[in-house]
């Protein structure tokens, strides 16, 4: 047997002691409300209602049981992009409108609406840029990606547009389309990424002012 502390080999009796006695057995939430707690044995009472809470709020994520919970799903396409546009919003929010989610009407004998993620206008609403995100892993910018970003730039009238990807493996890069600049970025919240991506974004802003 190896050596063990005076403390360990206490542990040790103690856990033989009680492994006789002492079982784990499955309780519902409520059951320590049912538990009439006398003097020796209140010091109980705030462990178990910390269990209950416990008991009560988790469910499995996937299974069949008794209780009824609230299913959800976190979408993270959706996610990102409202993350994206609460940081703009708090960048670029004094002297400047952002407009989420803006549908903006395509002209034609064909009815079309493009939905822009953000939008970046000046006090006056003439739009300065346009934002899109994109959840995946791309490490370069799909052909898709720029055309549907070079669409939104032109028919705006705005001389530039930024994809944010949620990773910084996406090295920032320009792909000229006719007179609008489409950037690709990466933007990792968890990286700390904030400073470098706003100062690029805001140096080409300008630059084409």
């Known amino acids: 047997m190896p050596w063990q502390s005076p403390l360990q080999q206490q542990l040790t009796r103690l856990y033989r002691a009680l492994s006789a006695q002492v079982g784990l057995v499955p309780v519902e939430y409520g059951y320590s409300h049912r538990i009439a707690y006398g003097r020796s044995r209140a010091d ?19 299974g069949h049981g008794k209780e009824l919970v609230t299913p959800f799903v976190l979408h993270m396409p ?19 409108q952002v407009r989420r989610q803006w549908r903006v009407e395509v002209p034609g004998s064909h009815p079309l609406t493009f939905r822009i993620d953000v939008a970046l206008l000046n006090q006056s609403g003439m739009p300065l840029t346009v934002f899109d995100t994109k ?7 799909s052909s898709s990606d720029v055309q549907q970003m070079a669409a939104y730039a032109v028919h705006v009238g705005v001389p530039c547009g930024f994809l944010l990807y949620p990773h910084d493996t996406m090295e920032p890069g320009i792909s000229h389309v006719g007179q609008v600049e489409v950037h690709a970025l990466g933007f990792d919240f968890a990286q700390g990424d904030s400073g470098r991506v706003l100062d690029y974004i805001k140096f080409h802003i300008n630059k084409n002012m």
Do not use: M, N
Not at 44 to 62: E, I, M, N, T, W
């Open 44 to 62: 109980y009472g705030p462990v178990h209602d910390l269990s209950r809470f416990f008991l009560r709020c988790c469910a499995p994520g996937v």
């Open 78 to 96: 959706s996610l990102y992009e409202e993350c994206i546009a609460q940081w703009i919003v708090e960048h670029f929010g004094a002297g400047y």
């Open 135 to 141: 959840y995946k892993l791309d490490t370069v910018p």
